[in-house]
């Protein structure tokens, strides 16, 4: 069994009046949902987390090795010329939000069931839009 | 302006919050998720103290992003490695998936102290890569970087401004010690770089390498931009250089076990020794001892120091020492005996009383 540390708040930048230069810095920032980590069946059994900042969820019969790339950042790699490294922009901090995270703050849920929203370039664009 | 100070310890069972050792948060990555924020408007800096109280490593990917910053109110991470030797009982961030293990992502002032960094999985990736910090500064101080299974690049740096002191970069054979970018301006001053395919690949024409050991590697330098002064390698590249003379399988008498992770001068014969610049020397060294001991730095994180009872001075004597055993020379108003002679490093003899 897999255990998420999720991101469960608005990141700063929200709740301040942003520039447009900060709107851009901070477009890929942390969402609510968000996977922070994944660990193993009991993991955070044994220690403590920040309860205002993340959510626990376990989700039974998935293991860690199938769960890790729920941390992956949503990347754009642009192919460099020869002699150069390829140019990497991350997008948005994780590519993966977990959506049914409604659980008390003190408890780590089990669920049966993730919902997961995978974002794609074409998504975040439509984030920025809203904006 | 306050000081605000942090904690981290994967072995921590308390509430996790990071205000205490007692509820540290378990990992940097969780830290740095938490508690982002705008330290300027804040007039705030941040110091998160790390730890491993029973050994266990940190195993999650940390990136940066999500800061605002400025060279004033900034972010220190700052382990507990105090021996300049790899060791299980300190704080470490060992990740075994991903490609990187720290991703300073956007530009954040920031400094890495006293941390050990490996990465031990992935394909082709860096155990810290400062991938998009244009604008911004980053120091890299006192730290273990490794890449024991021969995946990754220690440090890759591709724009902005960032400075590598005292540090102990060691790699197994494949990719690189420090890994420049093109637009990225990089000064490495007093490290120690082993067995990587390529120590310092320098793109940058700003960028500068200075008093560091970089041997036993493919390439020891790789430089298409950029200044190499006063450094020891195998190949004796840069101005001022000092080529190392033993072979990999002696140089147990440049460090103390290179093999092993050791990297602190072997004695005041080592090639090493007293033999770098003290111009833009750190004041100190990996494990915090003060430079320079002797008239210069030594080359490399380590500075070595004479044993008490001991002095040793540097001067230029001639073409042969052994008539010099037992001559006085006068210090300072005080007339010393010669004990004996080491070897001759760019053409300065070293004299020990």
């Known amino acids: 069994m897999a255990e998420f540390l999720i991101y469960n708040k608005d990141h700063w930048s929200k709740s301040v009046k942003l520039t447009e230069e900060q709107v851009e810095k901070f477009k890929g920032c942390y969402k609510n949902g968000d996977v922070v980590e994944v660990r193993e069946d009991g993991y955070w059994d044994k220690r403590g987390f920040n309860k205002e900042a993340f959510r626990v969820v376990k989700k039974v019969g998935l293991e860690v090795a199938d769960a890790i790339h729920y941390i992956e950042p949503l990347e754009k790699i642009t192919v460099s010329e020869v002699g150069e490294e390829d140019k990497v ?15 008390a703050e003190s408890k780590i849920a089990s669920v049966e069931d993730l919902t997961i929203i995978t974002k794609t370039e074409l998504s975040v664009s439509s984030i920025e839009a809203e904006r | 302006m306050a000081e605000v100070l942090w904690y981290v310890d994967p072995d921590a069972t308390g509430a996790g919050d990071g205000t205490s050792w007692t509820d540290a948060y378990t990992s940097l990555s969780s830290f740095e998720a938490a508690e982002q924020t705008d330290l300027v408007t804040a007039t705030d800096n941040y110091v998160v103290n790390c730890r491993s109280s029973s050994g266990t490593a940190d195993t999650a990917i940390v990136l940066i992003k999500g800061w605002t910053t400025d060279p004033t109110y900034d972010l220190k991470i700052i382990g507990d490695q105090d021996t300049g030797i790899w060791s299980t009982s300190k704080y470490r961030l060992s990740c075994a998936s991903g490609y990187r293990c720290i991703d300073v992502d956007e530009a954040t002032d920031i400094s890495f102290i006293k941390l050990q960094v490996e990465v031990t999985g992935g394909d082709h990736s860096d155990s810290i890569i400062l991938s998009d910090q244009s604008g911004s500064n980053v120091y890299i101080d006192k730290c273990i970087i490794r890449d024991p299974d021969d995946d990754a690049h220690c440090i890759s ?83 001022n250089a000092v080529t190392i003379t033993q072979s990999a399988s002696d140089y147990a008498a440049l460090v103390t076990d290179a093999a092993n992770g050791d990297f602190s001068v072997t004695d005041a014969s080592s090639e090493l020794y007293n033999a770098g610049t003290n111009t833009g020397a750190p004041s100190d060294d990996i494990i915090g001892t003060s430079r320079p001991q002797a008239t210069t730095s030594d080359i490399g994180a380590f500075e070595f120091i ?14 042969s020492f052994k008539d010099y055993v037992g001559m006085q020379i006068n210090i300072g108003d005080v007339w010393k005996t010669v004990a004996s002679v080491k070897q001759n490093i760019g053409d300065a003899w070293k004299i020990v009383f």
Do not use: H, P
């Not at chain 2, 036993?216 to 450094?231: E, P, S």
């Not at chain 2, 004479?306 to 002095?311: Q, R």
């Open chain 2, 306 to 319: 004479v044993s008490a009872g001991g002095e040793v001075i540097q001067i230029n004597i001639g073409d």
């Open chain 2, 157 to 239: 740096i591709f724009n902005g401004f960032c400075e590598i002191t005292n540090c102990v970069l060691i790699g197994s054979g494949a990719f690189r010690g420090v890994n420049n970018g093109t637009s990225a301006i990089v000064n490495i001053y007093n490290c120690t770089i082993y067995n990587t395919a390529r120590g310092i690949y320098m793109r940058n024409a700003s960028s500068t390498s200075e008093n560091c050991a970089v041997f036993n590697n493919t390439d020891d330098f790789n430089i298409l931009a950029g200044t190499v002064n006063y450094c020891a390698s195998d190949d004796g590249d840069g101005t």
């Open chain 1, 89 to 103: 922009e991350t997008l948005e901090r994780r590519k993966y939000q977990i959506t049914n995270v409604v659980t």
